[in-house]
């Protein structure tokens, strides 16, 4: 499932906050109410503001990436051996390139709930697209 900034959403689990709060713009690391304990019922609804991916690139990825951009670009333009040696390296990068586009992705999001709270930074796994 993909989270889309905009899109509805309801949380798959019931969720128990429980720890210190603080007012907003102030530190959380402050002297604060301690609030005892909260739950978000599963179901409850609310709209997608934030998508952050939490997918990380590794060398081979961004190499290949690189490589497959120049090749595309100045391909035509190379020598044939220059081209040759070009689509080795694409070749020999190109399953850790297959690997990232297939691994599923992490996602963390801010999710305005329709009961007024505010979720962020939170995995996008415990939220289903209404």
Known sequence: MTLKVGGRVKLAVELA???QVA???ESPTEP???VGFLALAAGTEGT???VDDDRQET????ECARLKSLLDDFG???PPGSR????????ALEPAWIAYQEAEIPVRVRVR???GFVLRDTAGDVFVAV
């Open 17 to 19: 906050l429980t720890g």
């Open 23 to 25: 007012p907003a713009g």
């Open 32 to 34: 604060a109410a301690v």
């Open 48 to 50: 997608v503001e934030e």
């Open 59 to 62: 060398k081979e990825v961004r």
């Open 76 to 78: 035509h333009q190379m």
């Open 84 to 91: 040759a040696q070009l689509e080795e390296q694409v070749a």
């Open 113 to 115: 709930l329709d009961n």
